[in-house]
């Protein structure tokens, strides 16, 4: 039979090679299970009375290649500006090495999260490396294998500084005023759930506030001034007062260990250990504290133990912290995290080793040195005279600096009142700084990089000496052995090959987490008109991202049958806790803050009852059937004890372990039906 010019252009191959079964091997299944079809099959699992009458009209499939040519053409809408933003994002340069053999890699990137440490020995102990990176640069005992992103890490660090806090009666938390201000906002909204009073001041009043249960500090404020905030946390801990530090990982390779200093906790973003900003992210964010408060940090933590026969083995450890087992008593509702994204910052040291991180730091230090030497020489003022990588420049005519920045195809931070923000990072170069020069002072100003590194190099009082780190880093020897590419390509080869991922076979767990990424899928990622831009460049830089975000809502829109979608949450979990947060606000729109009952059935995922409780309501469980599925008769009885408070019913369909609720419109229809 004569095949058709559209059987020929095989739209549908890209789904047939993703997924895999042939239409003979589909036949064979189904012929085992005893169903005619697909469809058939389908209609026997998806409970009547759910099932749509038409399907979602998405648009007609794409063949791999057209698809991957209309995500370049998507991509070739974005600007690639040179971004010295700065605000905890940094442009990088991700090791070709990493990014080929693990980035690029489904023997790392389509293995299942690590409760089976049988089959996870190499991402585990990749993990183990970044905690020790961690413990390494913040000087405390214990580390987590990573959080979300830095501002939810400082949330996190709040609410494990209340945990923790022997001042039971107090209920403020202060954070100094240069924090990054996506930290504050983050921290403002899992305050409001918890109760919190949040103070923001000069860092210097501190001590000046009563009833503070924590404090937050960052090591080098949002506009780049170093502080040595030794002495403010002897005397706040003095009063009992836990204290949380944001630092960053480059900046700690020269400057003092806030542990060192007394701090209980230190956090913040992996991002430039390797990782490119893609507009925001996802990115690791690291988190440690003292050995005191370890039971009740937040997030995975890998630990060394010992397997059946005796030998030294990785494993997750102290789990009854954790969502997975705990629920709504949880430390957090913390899940699979940012491994990948922390196995690359993980990697990126061991790769450079501190020889070479050191190189990098000392380096992107210098040229901030030369670039601040030769404005103040032409008469700007620097804001700040402690700086690691971020000068706060004071400008005459901000418009004109800002108009030249931008013919230059360059981003500076502008929202500081009259002056810029510059941020170099380890992508700059001398050129670059010349370039800066020309920005900020014209091109006639007739500065010589040679000449102003030498005067740097003889007298550089830029980092206090108070703030020098005078202890070794990473002397483990993972950290000192791999520094060549092939000792680096045979290090993650050996890796890989302890965990079992999609690439050597099928893994029949079920999950969230268990999806194919295609190649297809995953090397647009590291393109860099979507891997090199910075969250806040101005949005017309980066029409290529709102155009995908935009038809991607749109899709799902289509798909889940609501009116509009949120695209910022960092992860399932913190998906639940944006659409808890929405319903807690639309009850207190309505005068009805006093709801907080969130029924959910006991076979739910661990993160929804931790969620819940992040959200600021009281988990009351609902039982369910020795087959999983929800009992009805106990969902109706509950939903009428709490009549006068209930604020939601959370169900997650399938369930935890793959079952289809065949009631589920008759559940959605228990409660006030708001």
Same mark, same amino acid.
């Given at each position: 039979?004569?095949?058709?010019?559209s059987?020929?252009?095989?739209?549908?191959?890209?789904?047939?090679?993703?997924?895999?079964?042939?239409?003979?091997?589909?036949?064979?299944?189904l /012929?085992?299970?005893?169903?005619?079809?697909?469809?058939?099959?389908? =209609?026997?699992?998806?409970?009547?009375?759910?099932?749509?009458?038409?399907?979602?009209?998405?648009?007609?499939?794409?063949?791999?290649?057209?698809?991957?040519?209309?995500?370049?053409?998507?991509?070739?809408?974005?600007?690639?500006?040179?971004?010295?933003?700065? +605000?905890?994002?940094?442009?990088?340069?991700?090791?070709?090495?990493?990014?080929?053999?693990?980035?690029?890699?489904?023997?790392?990137?389509?293995?299942?999260?690590?409760?089976?440490?049988?089959?996870?020995?190499?991402?585990?102990?990749?993990?183990?490396?970044?905690?020790?990176?961690?413990?390494?640069?913040?000087?405390?005992?214990?580390?987590?294998?990573?959080?979300?992103?830095?501002?939810?890490?400082?949330?996190?660090?709040?609410?494990?500084?209340?945990?923790?806090?022997?001042?039971? /009666?107090?209920?403020?938390?202060?954070?100094?005023?240069?924090?990054?201000?996506?930290?504050?906002?983050?921290?403002?909204?899992?305050?409001?759930t918890?109760?919190?009073?949040?103070?923001?001041?000069?860092?210097?009043?501190?001590?000046?506030?009563?009833d503070? #249960? =924590?404090?937050?500090?960052?090591?080098?404020?949002?506009?780049?001034e170093?502080?040595?905030?030794?002495?403010?946390?002897?005397?706040?801990?003095?009063?009992?007062?836990?204290?949380?530090?944001?630092?960053?990982?480059?900046?700690?390779?020269?400057l003092?260990?806030?542990?060192?200093?007394?701090?209980?906790?230190?956090?913040?973003?992996?991002?430039? #250990?390797?990782?490119?900003?893609?507009?925001?992210?996802?990115h690791?964010? #690291? #988190?440690?504290?003292?050995?005191?408060?370890?039971?009740?940090?937040p997030?995975?933590?890998?630990?060394?133990?010992?397997?059946?026969?005796?030998?030294?083995?990785?494993?997750?450890? +102290?789990?009854t912290?954790?969502q997975?087992?705990?629920?709504?008593?949880?430390?957090?509702?913390?899940?699979?995290?940012?491994?990948?994204?922390?196995?690359?910052?993980?990697?990126?040291?061991?790769y450079?080793?501190?020889?070479?991180?050191?190189?990098?730091?000392?380096?992107i230090?210098?040229?901030?040195?030369?670039l601040?030497?030769?404005?103040?020489?032409?008469?700007?003022?620097?804001?700040?005279?402690?700086?690691?990588?971020?000068?706060?420049?004071?400008?005459?005519?901000?418009?004109?600096?800002?108009?030249?920045?931008?013919?230059?195809e360059?981003?500076?931070?502008?929202?500081?009142? /009259?002056?810029?923000?510059?941020?170099?990072?380890?992508?700059?170069?001398?050129?670059?700084?010349?370039?800066?020069? /020309?920005?900020?002072?014209?091109?006639?100003?007739?500065?010589?990089?040679?000449?102003?590194?030498?005067?740097?190099?003889?007298?550089?009082?830029?980092?206090?000496?108070?703030?020098?780190?005078?202890?070794?880093?990473?002397?483990?020897?993972?950290?000192?052995?791999?520094?060549?590419?092939?000792?680096?390509?045979?290090? +993650?080869?050996?890796?890989?090959h302890?965990?079992?991922?999609l690439?050597?076979?099928?893994?029949?767990?079920?999950?969230?987490?268990?999806?194919?990424?295609?190649?297809?899928?995953?090397?647009?990622?590291?393109?860099?008109?979507?891997?090199?831009?910075?969250?806040?460049?101005?949005?017309?830089?980066?029409?290529?991202?709102?155009? +995908?975000?935009?038809?991607?809502?749109d899709?799902?829109?289509?798909?889940?049958?609501?009116?509009?979608?949120?695209?910022?949450?960092?992860? =399932?979990?913190?998906?639940?806790?944006?659409?808890?947060l929405?319903?807690?606000?639309?009850?207190?729109?309505?005068?009805?803050?006093?709801?907080?009952?969130?029924?959910?059935?006991?076979?739910?995922?661990?993160?929804?009852?931790?969620?819940?409780?992040?959200?600021?309501?009281?988990?009351?469980?609902?039982?369910?059937?020795?087959?999983?599925?929800?009992?009805?008769?106990?969902?109706?009885?509950?939903?009428e004890?709490?009549?006068?408070?209930?604020?939601?019913?959370?169900?997650?369909d399938?369930?935890?372990?793959?079952?289809?609720?065949?009631?589920?419109?008759?559940?959605?229809?228990?409660?006030?039906?708001?």
């Amino acid at each position: 039979m004569t095949q058709t010019l559209s059987q020929l252009e095989n739209r549908g191959a890209f789904i047939e090679r993703h997924i895999g079964p042939d239409a003979a091997q589909q036949q064979e299944m189904l /012929n085992a299970v005893g169903a005619e079809s697909l469809n058939a099959l389908t =209609g026997q699992i998806v409970p009547k009375d759910i099932q749509l009458a038409t399907p979602p009209q998405v648009g007609e499939a794409a063949t791999e290649y057209a698809a991957l040519a209309e995500l370049k053409a998507i991509a070739g809408r974005n600007k690639r500006f040179t971004s010295y933003i700065g +605000m905890g994002y940094t442009a990088v340069q991700l090791p070709p090495v990493i990014l080929r053999n693990m980035l690029e890699n489904p023997g790392w990137y389509t293995a299942y999260t690590p409760y089976q440490p049988e089959v996870s020995q190499g991402r585990l102990e990749a993990l183990l490396n970044f905690q020790q990176v961690t413990l390494d640069l913040t000087g405390l005992d214990m580390a987590s294998a990573s959080l979300l992103d830095e501002a939810t890490a400082a949330a996190e660090a709040m609410a494990m500084a209340k945990r923790v806090s022997k001042l039971k /009666n107090a209920n403020r938390f202060f954070v100094a005023s240069d924090v990054h201000p996506q930290t504050l906002d983050v921290v403002r909204t899992r305050a409001e759930t918890f109760g919190f009073d949040v103070i923001v001041d000069d860092a210097a009043k501190a001590l000046d506030h009563q009833d503070v #249960f =924590g404090v937050l500090l960052q090591q080098v404020g949002s506009t780049g001034e170093i502080h040595d905030y030794s002495a403010l946390i002897s005397e706040l801990k003095a009063r009992k007062v836990i204290v949380s530090v944001a630092a960053d990982f480059m900046a700690l390779v020269l400057l003092t260990a806030p542990g060192k200093q007394g701090a209980d906790i230190v956090f913040g973003s992996a991002q430039r #250990f390797g990782v490119p900003m893609g507009y925001g992210g996802p990115h690791a964010a #690291f #988190f440690a504290a003292k050995d005191e408060f370890k039971r009740s940090m937040p997030g995975r933590i890998i630990g060394v133990s010992k397997d059946a026969a005796g030998n030294t083995a990785l494993r997750m450890a +102290m789990q009854t912290r954790e969502q997975h087992i705990r629920r709504e008593k949880a430390n957090s509702n913390i899940c699979t995290s940012q491994v990948l994204l922390a196995n690359i910052a993980s990697l990126y040291a061991v790769y450079h080793g501190p020889v070479g991180l050191k190189r990098i730091a000392n380096r992107i230090h210098r040229l901030t040195d030369i670039l601040a030497a030769g404005l103040q020489q032409k008469g700007l003022k620097l804001r700040h005279a402690h700086y690691f990588d971020t000068l706060c420049v004071e400008v005459a005519d901000k418009a004109a600096v800002l108009a030249r920045a931008e013919a230059a195809e360059i981003n500076l931070r502008s929202d500081i009142h /009259n002056a810029v923000g510059i941020t170099l990072d380890e992508t700059t170069t001398r050129e670059n700084v010349a370039q800066l020069f /020309n920005v900020l002072l014209g091109d006639s100003h007739g500065l010589n990089i040679e000449t102003l590194d030498k005067d740097v190099a003889l007298d550089s009082r830029s980092i206090q000496q108070s703030m020098l780190r005078d202890d070794a880093i990473l002397t483990h020897p993972v950290f000192n052995r791999y520094h060549s590419e092939t000792e680096m390509m045979r290090y +993650m080869h050996s890796l890989e090959h302890k965990d079992l991922a999609l690439n050597q076979a099928m893994i029949p767990l079920g999950s969230c987490t268990m999806k194919l990424n295609a190649a297809a899928e995953m090397s647009p990622i590291s393109w860099p008109e979507f891997a090199e831009l910075h969250p806040f460049c101005p949005p017309e830089q980066a029409e290529g991202y709102h155009q +995908m975000i935009s038809q991607l809502s749109d899709w799902l829109v289509k798909l889940t049958g609501y009116d509009a979608v949120c695209m910022q949450p960092n992860s =399932g979990a913190q998906g639940e806790y944006a659409g808890l947060l929405a319903i807690r606000h639309y009850h207190e729109s309505r005068n009805e803050g006093h709801r907080d009952i969130c029924l959910i059935p006991a076979s739910a995922h661990g993160t929804n009852p931790a969620s819940a409780h992040m959200a600021g309501m009281q988990v009351v469980v609902v039982a369910c059937d020795k087959n999983g599925n929800i009992d009805l008769d106990d969902l109706r009885a509950k939903a009428e004890q709490h009549a006068a408070t209930l604020s939601c019913l959370m169900v997650t369909d399938p369930t935890t372990h793959g079952v289809l609720e065949q009631t589920l419109r008759d559940v959605c229809e228990v409660g006030p039906g708001w």
